[in-house]
């Protein structure tokens, strides 16, 4: 199957390592030109290298205004159109009710929802320039079911739902097609400090979780990117505000 990613133009936020850089691999697989983001310039330039001459990196923290301005800024400079943008962030921080304090909940707000929008927001102009544009939110599979121990991720995730839901009906007339992944398990230094957190507390280890998992492991990096960089290609041309589990079964809901 030929995605038709040759020499298209791609921005992945926070993708130095994890699930963003799974989807900017698979992207630079394809032959698409990628930009990633992250706040880390040692790890970007790490991913970059890594990644060959396809992809190029700006440092930029995606709950900051300025921050996303500027990546936009220097994603224009880079190039006159885009035709696809994944957007991703840090997790918010893990925690019960009351352990969350305001502070985490505004802080979790601008790196969850606020990013969403802004990177939405400043990259329709340059999404509009393809003939083929697809935005891709990566979310989780909280969305579908709350998580133990991660109120902010459970509760904030929906609001970019609700938007996606909103926007596919506003933009997609005007040729953007918007969609958005939830992901379950996928094994990366987030869900590996994650599990570490929860041990901590008394809960499952990782073994109990991946038996809850009727394909019997967490997905890899590769595997969620393969699945991202088929939902931005051309190729999913009819796949139009959709929410796609990439959970190996775990999620047991029958919608
Ligand atoms: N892995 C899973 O199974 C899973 C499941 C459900 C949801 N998620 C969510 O998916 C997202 C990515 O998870 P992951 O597992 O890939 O995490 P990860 O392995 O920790 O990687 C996170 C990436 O995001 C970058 N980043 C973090 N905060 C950022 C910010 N404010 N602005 C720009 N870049 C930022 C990091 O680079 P710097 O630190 O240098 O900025 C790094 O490149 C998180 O929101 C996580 O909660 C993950």
Redesign the pocket.
């Known amino acids: 199957m030929n995605l038709q990613l040759d020499g298209r133009n791609f921005l992945v ?9 799974g989807v900017a691999k698979a992207l630079v697989e394809e032959d698409a030109n990628v930009i990633i ?4 310039e040692k ?1 970007l330039q790490d991913a970059t290298a890594s990644l060959g001459d396809k992809c190029q990196y700006f440092v ?4 900051h205004p300025a921050d996303v301005t500027a990546l936009l800024d220097f994603t224009k400079a880079q190039t006159s159109k885009l035709d696809g943008l994944f957007v ?4 918010p921080n893990p925690g019960t009710f009351d352990e969350i304090s305001d502070d985490d909940w505004i802080k979790g707000f601008n ?1 969850t929802v606020m990013s969403a929008i802004r990177l939405t927001r400043e990259a329709i102009p340059l999404l509009k320039k393809s003939d083929a544009a697809s935005i891709l939110y ?1 979310t ?2 909280s969305v579908k079911q709350p998580l133990d121990n991660l109120l902010l ?1 459970n509760s904030l995730r929906p609001v970019v739902i609700g938007m996606m839901r909103t926007l596919s009906e506003e933009i997609g007339p005007k040729g953007i097609r918007l969609n958005a992944v939830c ?4 094994h ?4 590996e400090q994650l599990m570490a957190a929860a041990k901590a507390k008394g809960a499952p280890a990782d073994k109990e979780i991946v038996q809850r998992i009727p394909l019997g492991r967490m997905g890899t990096t590769d595997e969620f990117g393969n699945v991202c960089t088929f939902l931005l290609s051309p190729l999913a041309s009819y796949i139009h505000g959709a929410l796609l589990l990439v959970d190996g079964g775990l999620f047991k809901g029958m919608m």
């Not at 936020?13 to 850089?21: D, K």
């Not at 991703?88 to 997790?91: E, K």
């Open positions: 936020t926070a993708a130095s390592r994890g699930l963003g850089f983001c992250g706040r880390n790890s930029s923290d995606v709950s991703n962030a840090g997790g790196l990566s989780s599979i991720s992901p379950g398990y996928i990366t230094e987030r869900v």
